[in-house]
């Protein structure tokens, strides 16, 4: 009997030396990490870290008139990010007149500082129907709103797109 319990301890203190990291670090597992493709950033985004630095040193005028640009020129906005979850809206929700079709997706890591972002996207194509949950996507549109809580830390970015395309980012 005692030898089981010898073996039995042996094999549990193997198997917590080979789980143990004597590095200290963190490692992600490979099915995790977002694909190269995903670079919030450096991409040529509408907000990647350089246009967002240039947004927030703007003054508030400055911001509303840039944000009445990005709005009147359809279809140029781009992004990335997680998508969340997605739904159907009813006829009665005030969003439904950009489409008939939400998508949730973050910014998980702040690309500029620590400012936030956050998406809604509306279209009135099924863009989400079978994108698990933490997929990194890609999509452009016209920005539709945008609300900017500068007041607080950390700050956030909250955007509205009507979405013409969402692509799974490979």
């Given amino acids: ?22 590095s200290g670090e963190e490692k992600t597992p490979d099915w995790q990490k977002p694909p190269e493709s995903y670079d919030v950033k450096g991409a040529d985004l509408t907000f990647n870290e350089k246009r967002l630095d240039a947004f927030n040193t703007m003054s508030r005028g400055e911001r509303d008139a840039h944000v009445e640009q990005l709005k009147a020129a359809e279809g140029s906005f ?34 500029l500082y620590e400012i936030t972002m956050e998406y809604r996207l509306y279209s009135d194509q099924d863009f989400y ?40 980012l490979k």
């Fill in 129 to 168: 129907t079978g994108l698990p949950p933490a997929t990194h996507i890609e999509f452009s549109g016209t920005l539709v709103d945008l609300e900017f809580q500068d007041e607080s830390k950390p700050r956030k970015l909250t955007l509205k797109v009507k979405a013409d395309k969402v692509e799974r």
């Fill in 78 to 111: 781009r992004g990335q990010a997680v998508f969340r979850d997605g739904s159907e809206l009813g006829e009665a929700m005030d969003d439904s007149q950009y489409g008939k079709h939400e998508i949730f997706a973050t910014v998980d890591e702040p690309v």
């Fill in 1 to 22: 009997m005692r030898g089981a319990h010898r073996l039995a301890a042996g094999v549990c203190a193997a198997w917590l030396l080979a789980a143990c990291n004597p």
